[in-house]
């Protein structure tokens, strides 16, 4: 399909009505929101399945013997075999219920790598990551007194495999890598690189915030032991999210967190730890959340990834070659395989006023370091403004940036 024809296909451009938040004004104008990758906007079938939830079936999991709590256990362990589906994974017992990335990644650094790091050891990561993909490594090498490694970028903002590959040795015990750079939009090779890190013995977790939402993901296909994501980058609920893991893996990791329904029996003198994948969820979840993640994905499978991965890509071209025509803008983040993530300056406004400039025209985008620091630090800059798409985009959205980057500049003039 041609990247115009992707953009007209009905399926998509009818989306747009299912998302009740992008109908609104701001500021006296259309909402224009180029912010979802930061957190997207919800779908009716979301907000509706959590609703739903709250007013009929809500009851706590697992434990109880009545009608609602059946109903609710239901609806929260079938929102699991949906996520298994979405992700392909082999089994349920491997996908854990978490709040999102953050803790699916602090999961696996405490529980996974704390264990059995050394002095000596080395986790690998690269200068792309997002916080989340880096403070939680810092805090396992502080405690155990292995070593932090970090592949550097190139300067479209691409990870250097040549280099990365050179840091790979058999001292490296695990390699944590982003699938999709939140802060420029750099899509990494992680099928090569979970490859080479394979083949040396590397355990490979692959930060997946990014990567779900836009793409179809096979963690079978890409050949990782772990992959973590949000419910709220991906239409579903804030506080909800996944890690899968390797069963062989997650088997011999002790628990997480302790708490009640991550056991099958306690007593003072000893806890006997609960199957997979209830060992690593104490405590009450987020019942409701994780309905709504599971409306998602329903969502998001109705529409087709393949469409979204097409559209997105022909609506990112789209913005690149618009934005590249305004005068004085730059584009931060060139790599040759880019989602629908677009980081810029323009002249010298500081990114903080130029997003309040576009704001006033209804126009939402990111503004600051994206909480990626070390990648703003690669470029030399404090942050840069940041337009995200998702599948409710369209080009008439694009055009409303481009207006609203020329008013700005004709304000700072
Ligand atoms: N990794 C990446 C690449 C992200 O974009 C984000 C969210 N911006 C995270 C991790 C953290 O996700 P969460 O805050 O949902 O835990």
Redesign the pocket.
């Known amino acids: 399909m041609s990247p115009l024809a992707a953009l007209a296909t009905a399926d998509i451009a009818g989306c747009r009505d299912d998302f009740p938040a992008l109908h609104q004004t701001i500021n006296g104008q259309a909402l224009v929101f180029l912010d979802s ?3 997207s906007q919800q779908p009716f079938a979301v907000i509706d399945a959590v609703s739903r939830y709250q007013r009929e079936d809500h009851a706590n999991v697992h434990r109880g013997v009545h009608t609602l709590s059946h109903r609710a256990t239901e609806l929260y362990e079938g929102a699991r075999d949906k996520l298994r589906d979405f992700i392909n994974a082999p089994s349920r017992r491997e996908v854990i219920l978490t ?7 602090n999961l696996v650094a405490q529980s996974y790598c704390r264990p059995s790091l050394q002095p000596g050891d080395q986790v690998l990561i690269t200068w792309l ?5 880096i403070v939680p490594w810092q805090l396992v090498c502080e405690q155990t007194g292995a070593e932090l490694l970090v592949a550097p970028i190139n300067d479209r903002g691409e990870i250097e495999l040549d280099e990365l590959q050179a840091l790979m040795t058999e001292r490296v015990k695990l390699l944590a890598v ?5 802060a420029l939009g750099t899509v990494n090779p992680v099928v090569d690189i979970i490859a080479r890190a394979k083949a040396l013995g590397i355990t490979v977790l692959v ?4 990567g779900v939402p836009h793409m179809n993901v096979d963690v079978q296909a890409l050949g990782c032991d772990f992959y ?1 994501f ?4 991906m239409f579903g609920p ?1 506080g909800t ?1 996944v890690l899968w893991g390797r069963e062989e893996l997650l088997e011999n990791m002790p628990p997480y967190k302790g708490g009640g329904d991550m056991i099958l029996e306690v007593s003072f003198e000893k806890t006997v730890f609960n199957e997979l994948p209830y060992k690593f969820e104490a405590g009450t979840p987020n019942i409701a959340g994780t309905i709504g993640l599971g409306a998602a994905v329903d969502y998001l499978q109705s529409v087709g990834m393949q469409n979204i991965e097409e559209h997105e890509k022909a609506l990112h071209r789209y913005m690149v070659d618009q934005l590249e025509s305004v005068e004085g803008l730059r584009l931060v983040g060139t790599a040759r395989k880019q989602a629908g993530v677009q980081s810029f300056l323009l002249n010298d406004i500081h990114p903080h006023d130029l997003g309040t400039i576009l704001d006033h025209q209804g126009v939402a985008v990111r503004t600051g370091h ?3 620091m070390p990648v703003m630090q690669r470029f030399g800059l404090p942050g840069t403004t940041r337009a995200s798409l998702a599948l409710y985009n369209n080009t008439n959205d694009i055009d409303r940036l481009i207006a609203a980057l020329d008013k700005a500049r004709e304000v700072f003039a």
């Open positions: 990758a930061a957190s709040s999102g990335t953050t803790e699916s990644i990551e997002h916080h989340s993909n982003g699938h999709v750079s939140n930060d997946g915030a990014q973590a949000s419910g709220h980058k804030t999210g994206h909480c990626a």
